[in-house]
């Protein structure tokens, strides 16, 4: 009866069995829950009542030949024969998973993921640096401690939704704004914990370096920036949940593509399958995104995982630093200089291929060592 | 009577009149302290420090490290102030290690911070990376359960040594350590200590350990701190496991022990 005992421990065949029962019983319940909700409706080819909204309130249209159109409909649906099932609250699994061609092909589910990922990559690129500027200058000198430090923690209960109309004032209506309401939803939640982990940073650490001769930068290099980003790596992932939320509430104003504005749309248009499917790939995207940094953080800090510096991982690190580092070439220059977009886009694109490439090489060399080792 | 033998040599440490207070001058916890420790270039020493608990004896080492500055008072380092151009390194009872580095890197994280090229610095770093018997792990990332709480100290050790050869400080070491590895610990100590001569200040409360691995011991009594005897170690120079056998490493445990007790009464 391991399978009841208080935090015991599962097998990894239990484990992926579990997985996979799990799964089939929300689908299934979500199946029952459709079925359940859902109605029969008669099929007829044509209601009488079926006018334009504007003739039916037109006062020039009588109410006796209204009521008699009425009449003439409910006959019509009382000698129906045919019916058909519809789904009005929730849609069937196979009805979503049908969605999808339509998807792709009308409703440019591909163009809208884009738009809102790279959307979600820049407000997330600006919240971090400047988070962890700021912080960096919070946590380690007095001056700025005194000064801000209770501030900041103060910021986390902005009720952050009420200010999309601040945001408008300030940034206009176009990207920019989505851009900053995203990043300033993360900012004010990762500028208090990048000051905690300095905080956190070991004293022993600290005197150590100092015995070994280091000065304050040497220091920063060598304890503060590995001990604080080691750390950080796990709150960016969990912040990863909340960027989400706040780019699909940004990409409701002014609607200009992206999954927030689509399925706003689809929901007001009734098409509750499609509202679905989206969310499934939001879903998705958010769940590929938390295993690319799940990935980052195995391969720039190795020491969280692996018990020995391999062959390979110099490569992996460098490769991934060059596609860090085309981000941030994409992203500020042509915030700073406007005009330079298509150039650093370009020159983004090749650095992250370089970069790719680089790390694909050393992913390669780790194999090898790991087969070699074993 | 000065605690302290005349000799023509320079100091290579002096503690002079320290005062420390952490409540503005209303109470001392050290007073008028005075701690020297003369300069023996090619022979080194191996200076123990006695004391209780609270009794200051970290503090002294923090002083000299530079980690702390003490209320009133001199600090000198081959007769000048401390400064930020060369340092002491320091063991600490903690494991100290830069866990997000192999033991390579950091062992030769002085170098390093030197701007010394990575060839040289890695040359220097195995060749001490040896002698503290960690060959084999210098790929490892220095952390415990990778390592074993020895292991990490004989890192810091290494460390400290390549930083700075001519003194090391050790706050209680191997204090964290079960009792075999401890054992090992001091052996391993002893050897290196004959091989590059360093002048050790050694913090601990284990007399045992004090006798067999001192040349001189000193005990502090505490509220307020002072240096109150001097025990000179006159057993071999080269000490092994025989060491501990001999009559004599008896006698001298038992007399540290009685001064020990008296100083405990002192204050």
Known sequence: ?374 | MSLFPDTENPNIIELKQIDQSYDGGESFIIQGLDFMVEDKPAQGQFVVILGMSGSGKSTLLRYIAGLQKPTAGEVLIHGKPIDDTKRVGMVFQQYSSLPWMTVLENVSLALKFQGIEEKERKEKAMEMIEMVGLLGHEDKFAQYPTLSGGQLQRVAIARSLLANPEVLLMDEPFGALDINTRLQMQDMLAKIWLKFHPTVIFVTHDIAEAVYLGDDIYILKSQPSRIVEHIHVDLPFHRTKETKRDPHFVELVHMVEDKMIDVAKLG
């Open chain 1, 1 to 374: 009866m391991s399978l009841f005992k208080l935090r015991g421990n599962l097998t990894k065949t239990q484990n992926l069995v579990l997985g996979i029962v799990g799964l089939v019983i929300l689908v299934a319940v979500w199946w029952i829950l459709a079925e359940v909700n859902a109605e029969q409706r008669a099929v007829i080819d044509d209601y009488e009542t079926h006018l334009p909204s504007s003739i039916l309130q037109d006062s020039t249209v009588q109410q006796i030949d209204r009521d008699s159109l009425a009449r003439a409909d409910s006959i019509k649906l009382a000698n129906a024969t045919e019916f058909e099932k519809v789904y009005p609250i929730l849609p069937p699994p196979n009805h979503v998973v049908a969605a999808f061609p339509d998807l792709f092909q009308e409703d440019r589910l591909i163009y809208n993921s884009k738009l809102s990922i790279w959307r979600n990559l820049q407000g997330y690129f600006w919240a971090i640096l400047i988070s962890v500027v700021v912080g960096f200058v919070i946590g380690l000198i007095p001056l700025f401690r005194g000064l801000f430090s209770k501030q900041v923690d103060a910021l986390r209960y902005l009720p952050l939704t009420a200010l999309t109309g601040l945001f408008i004032i300030w940034f206009g209506i176009d990207d920019k704004m989505k851009i900053a309401f995203l990043a300033f939803g993360i900012l004010v939640y990762m500028l208090p914990v990048v000051v905690q982990r300095i905080d956190e940073v070991k004293d022993v650490y600290l005197k150590t370096v100092f015995t070994l001769g280091a000065t304050d930068w040497q220091t920063i290099r060598s304890v503060y920036f590995p001990s604080v980003f080691s750390k950080l790596m796990d709150d960016i992932r969990v912040l990863t949940a909340i960027s989400w939320t706040y780019i699909i509430i940004a990409e409701l104003l002014n609607r200009q593509g992206g999954l927030g504005a689509l399925i706003y749309v689809k929901a007001r248009q009734g098409q509750l399958e499609k509202v679905f499917a989206i969310l499934i790939v939001i879903i998705l995207i958010g769940f590929l995104q938390d295993r690319i940094f799940v990935y980052m953080d195995r391969r720039l800090f190795p020491h969280k995982y692996a018990k020995k510096r391999i062959n390979g991982i110099k490569e992996v690190e460098y490769g991934l630093m060059a596609i860090l580092m085309a981000i941030t070439l994409a992203i500020i220059v042509p915030a700073i200089i406007p005009s330079t977009i298509g150039v650093m886009g370009n020159l983004a694109t090749i650095l992250a291929i370089t970069g790719l490439v680089i790390s694909l090489y050393g992913e390669y060399r780790l194999r090898r060592a790991s087969v070699e080792a074993a």
